[in-house]
C-alpha cells in the first residue's frame, strides 16, 4: 500500500536497475528524478533544467542542470544560469 510520499510501491513503468524492495522504500519524487535509461517512470528523462528557454538561458552546459538539485541551479547567479528568480 502507497502512503502519502508515494512510498510502498515501485512506480516504475518499464525496466528497472534499481532492487525491488528499494523502488518500495524511496518516496515517488525520487523514483521520478532518476533517469528513465535506470527507472523508468515514464515521467521523460528524469531531472530537468529550471533555466529558462530549457536551459537555454544559462551557459552551464544542459546535463549538469539536469545533474545538479533545483536548490544549486537556484543559487547561481541569473547572469550564469537564468532561472527568473529574483535575487
Same mark, same amino acid.
Given at each position: 500500500?502507497?502512503? @502519502?510520499? +508515494?512510498?510502498?510501491?515501485?512506480?516504475?513503468?518499464?525496466?528497472?536497475?534499481?532492487?525491488?524492495?528499494?523502488q518500495?522504500?524511496? &518516496?515517488?519524487?525520487? @523514483?521520478e528524478d532518476? &533517469?528513465?535509461?535506470?527507472?523508468?517512470?515514464?515521467?521523460?528523462?528524469?531531472?530537468?533544467?529550471?533555466?529558462?528557454? +530549457?536551459? !537555454?538561458?544559462?551557459?552551464?552546459?544542459?546535463?549538469?542542470?539536469?545533474?545538479? &538539485?533545483?536548490?544549486?541551479e537556484?543559487?547561481?547567479p541569473?547572469?550564469?544560469? !537564468?532561472?527568473?528568480?529574483?535575487?
Amino acid at each position: 500500500m502507497q502512503n @502519502e510520499r +508515494g512510498q510502498g510501491v515501485s512506480h516504475a513503468t518499464g525496466g528497472s536497475k534499481v532492487p525491488e524492495k528499494a523502488q518500495q522504500k524511496v &518516496p515517488q519524487g525520487l @523514483e521520478e528524478d532518476l &533517469p528513465n535509461t535506470i527507472h523508468d517512470t515514464g515521467s521523460g528523462t528524469g531531472r530537468q533544467t529550471h533555466a529558462k528557454d +530549457g536551459g !537555454d538561458a544559462s551557459i552551464v552546459p544542459k546535463g549538469l542542470q539536469k545533474a545538479v &538539485p533545483e536548490k544549486v541551479e537556484r543559487a547561481l547567479p541569473n547572469k550564469i544560469h !537564468d532561472t527568473g528568480d529574483e535575487k
